[in-house]
């Protein structure tokens, strides 16, 4: 099925569902990171695409192992980018599918040779400039039905457009066939590369002229190639390139499960985000400690929240153990961070006591400051990582603390693809929520790919634990949250972006 064309939002409402409810997926390369990351877990990846330097894997390994997936009673989705029937192969695919008789569907996607220009602000027909619109492939004949394509018949087309996929090594050659098949040389012309994401460029430039405006570019794959006068609209109608952090790839190292809503924003505001969690999050029920919680009789108890996480498992435990969300009511409770405060909200539970910004440490002063927690039992629901400060603090002021454990980090290990897929595109930026995400970062590379990741890119932190915990890497940090939240810490970038723009390398944008 198709993945669309690279922007994440992209993918058809039922491909969405079938990536909700499958047991494998076998990928290619220009499938977004977003969409693979946020699976469960134990969903079986494969990828089947591209490495550096290499081809893909065969055609019949891919099929063999799409039967042998099928065969073991998986429900497998293919993933493909754009389209699986435009120059997709999906045909092939799916017909061997047929002959060994496994059930299939299969799920249409947009396009690249659509969508790409559509974010350009190029639309392939138009009532005034273009009453046709063609999808070709420049590729050369590596097979016989890609090299079939009538370029002297299709110089002939003067008033629709043309919509070149996969020609970056042979556009002089293309143009070349066209201007003598009588195409007019100063015709409109575009390459977009990178269509839908963020650091999508556009160069235009004239038929004749393209060939020399894509070298001076350094276009690279995947792009494709726009001809007609339809490509006239570009510059009117580039929506896209004029968000607030367009151009800007953002790499998220903090738990998939807590970033979807992060991944949004950034994407909302025109960054690319390069999702590459570098910790995992994991329910840890600790039955002792729950037999802890049910013994208090003390009248003054409290729950402490500092987590999304935390909210979250601590809830479905307390069903799974005590039962009815009312007995909470026996707890005030205190919440530090906007990614807690809104869990809470979405359990339709009002904190007595919640702080939006400042570190986790702080919650447990100023909660020392303001009440007399000398008869108090507090729950301090935590993960392996948490402050210990936390404990501490409310013990010094003669609370009795129940540490309770509801789920555990551990380092997510990357894949060799993972990492060839990060050096392909490096960020221009790099955030941490976590000291935990700064160590899996380390752990998953060399000293050496530490700093080639990380040299020349921002790194921003989100408080001075996290900052002291970088650093102890060798990493400098560039920017370091105020108000230790997310959300600062992207109102941060936009501000530094408008003044200083956080790219790697001098760029031009379109
Ligand atoms: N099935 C895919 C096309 C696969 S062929 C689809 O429907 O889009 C691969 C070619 O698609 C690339 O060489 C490039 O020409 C084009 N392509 C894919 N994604 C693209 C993108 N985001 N921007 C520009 N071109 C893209």
Known sequence: MGAGPGDPDLITVRARYLLDNCDAVVYDSLIPDELLVTLPVDVDLRYVGKKTGEHSLPQDEINNLLVRLASQGKRVVRLKG???????????EASYLQEHGIAYEIVPGITSGVAAPAYSGIPCTDRRDA?????????????????????????????GTLVIYMGVAEIPGIVE?????????????????????????TVTSTL????????????????????????GYHDALSWY???????????????????????????????????????????????DDWDALRKVTSEDRWAVFTSENGVRYFLKQWYATIGDIRDLRAYKVAAIGD?????????NIAPDFARTTGTTAALADHMVAKFDLSQATIVRVRSNLSSERVEATLEKAGAR??????????????????????????????????????????????????????NGATVVSIGPATTKR????????????????????????????HTNPLKRTPWSAG
Request: proline share 6%; hydrophobic share 45%; net charge neutral.
């Open 82 to 92: 754009g389209d699986p029937f435009v120059f997709g192969r999906g045909a092939e």
């Open 131 to 159: 009453s046709y619109v063609m999808f070709l492939t420049g590729h050369k004949a590596v097979d016989k039905m890609l090299s079939s394509v009538p370029w002297d018949w299709v110089g002939g087309a003067k008033d």
């Open 177 to 201: 066939k066209l201007l003598a098949a009588g195409m007019p040389p100063d015709l409109p012309a575009a390459a977009i590369e990178r269509g839908t994401v963020s650091t999508q460029r």
């Open 208 to 231: 004749s002229e393209l060939p020399a405006a894509v070298a001076e570019a350094h276009i690279r794959p995947p792009a494709l190639f726009i001809i007609g006068k339809v490509v």
């Open 241 to 287: 390139r004029d968000k607030p952090l367009f151009g800007v790839r953002v790499m998220v190292t903090r738990p998939s499960d807590q970033s979807a809503e992060l991944y949004r924003e950034l994407r909302e505001l025109g960054a690319e985000v390069l999702a590459y969690p570098t910790i995992a999050t994991i329910e840890d029920f600790r039955s």
């Open 339 to 347: 990614g807690t405060a809104r869990a809470l909200h979405a359990a």
């Open 401 to 454: 603390v129940i540490p309770l454990q509801v789920y555990r980090n551990f380092p997510a290990k990357w894949s060799a693809a993972t990492k060839t897929k990060l050096f392909a595109n490096l960020p221009d930026v790099i955030t941490f929520t976590s000291g935990a995400a700064a160590a899996g970062l380390a752990k998953n590379l060399t000293t050496d790919e530490l700093q080639r990741l990380t």
């Open 470 to 497: 970088i650093e102890s890497y060798g990493i400098k940090v560039g920017m370091e949250s105020k108000i230790h939240t997310m959300t600062s810490i992207v109102e941060d970038l936009i501000a530094r972006h």
